[in-house]
Structure formats: C-alpha cells, structure tokens
C-alpha cells in the first residue's frame, strides 16, 4: 500500500507539476498579454495626454486670437468714428463756405442792382436836365442874353442871326 501511495503521490506530483507548470505558462501569456495592454494603455494615456495639451494650446490661441481680434475691432469702430467725424467736420466746413460764398454773391448782386438803380436815376435826372435846358435855351430872349450878357460871345450863328 505504501508503493501504491507513492506511486498515487508520484503520479499527484507529476500531474500537479504539469498542472502547476500549464498554470505558469498560462500566467506567463495573462502577463504578456497584461504588458502589451499596459504598454498599449500606456501609449494611450501619452496618446490622450498629447492631445489634451494640444486642446490647451489651441484653446489658448483661439482666446488670443480672439482678443486680438476684438481690439482689431475695437480700433476700426475708433477709426471708422474719427473718419465719421472728419468727413462730419468736413461736410459742416464746405457747407459754412457754399453758405458765405451765396451771402458774398448775394451782396454782389445787391450792389450791382444798386447801382443800376443809381445809374438809371442819374440818367434820368441827366435826361430832363437836357431836355428842360434845350427847352430853355431854345427861347430867343433867353439865349440871346445868356450869350450876349453873361458869356459875352456872339449869338449863336452870327451877327445875321435873328
């Protein structure tokens, strides 16, 4: 019985040394398979990692693209306001210069309607003077000694005239 014992222990021995050694081997693949899915998780955190940094980054440089941006935006409103403001300025100075220009061509043409005026006046006043002289001077006694008595020259058309 003690054979057989032995012989049962030896055979539990073989059989436990290969079921201990299919159990190391079959340990052996679970670490070499748990490796590559460490090294591959390892690859994907770095993975992971470099693309969350990247997200930092170009979130940073939107926000700073951004900002410059609206300071651009902000300086063409001032520009736009200032140019506004110039041609305003310009427009309001063109318009005090048509409107002094029409009040000098205004006064212009009062003047010369004035003188106009003047002139037909005196033209008017010459025009009777001449008449009224003519008239005048016309009448023999009164030509006669304004000639004779006041110029003292002759008559008019001689010594024959009448």
Same mark, same amino acid.
Not at 117 to 145: C, E, P, T
């Given at each position: 019985?003690?054979?057989? $014992?032995? +012989? !049962?222990?030896?055979?539990?021995?073989?059989?436990v040394i290969s079921r201990l050694k299919s159990a190391e081997a079959r340990l052996n693949n679970i670490e070499r398979r748990q490796n590559k899915a460490d090294g591959k998780l390892d690859t994907i955190c770095?993975?992971?990692? *470099?693309?969350?940094?990247?997200?930092?980054?170009? =979130?940073?440089?939107?926000? *700073?693209?951004?900002?410059?941006?609206? %300071?651009? +935006? *902000?300086?063409?409103?001032? /520009?736009? =306001?200032?140019?506004?403001?110039?041609?305003? /300025?310009?427009?309001?100075?063109?318009?005090?210069?048509?409107?002094?220009?029409?009040?000098?061509?205004?006064?212009?043409?009062?003047?010369?309607?004035?003188?106009?005026?003047?002139?037909?006046?005196?033209?008017?006043? +010459?025009?009777?003077?001449?008449?009224?002289?003519?008239?005048? $001077?016309?009448? !023999?006694?009164?030509?006669? %000694?304004?000639?004779?008595? +006041?110029?003292? !020259? !002759?008559?008019?058309?001689?010594?024959? =005239?009448?």
């Amino acid at each position: 019985m003690k054979t057989r $014992l032995t +012989i !049962q222990r030896a055979e539990a021995g073989v059989s436990v040394i290969s079921r201990l050694k299919s159990a190391e081997a079959r340990l052996n693949n679970i670490e070499r398979r748990q490796n590559k899915a460490d090294g591959k998780l390892d690859t994907i955190c770095r993975d992971i990692s *470099a693309i969350r940094a990247e997200s930092n980054v170009r =979130a940073t440089l939107t926000t *700073a693209c951004m900002d410059r941006l609206s %300071y651009q +935006i *902000a300086d063409l409103a001032k /520009e736009m =306001a200032s140019q506004t403001g110039a041609q305003q /300025e310009r427009n309001r100075i063109n318009e005090e210069r048509l409107r002094l220009e029409n009040i000098r061509r205004i006064k212009a043409e009062t003047r010369l309607a004035n003188w106009k005026r003047h002139l037909a006046v005196i033209s008017l006043v +010459i025009m009777l003077f001449g008449s009224v002289s003519s008239a005048f $001077l016309s009448w !023999q006694d009164i030509s006669g %000694y304004l000639w004779a008595e +006041i110029f003292h !020259q !002759q008559k008019p058309g001689g010594p024959h =005239a009448a």
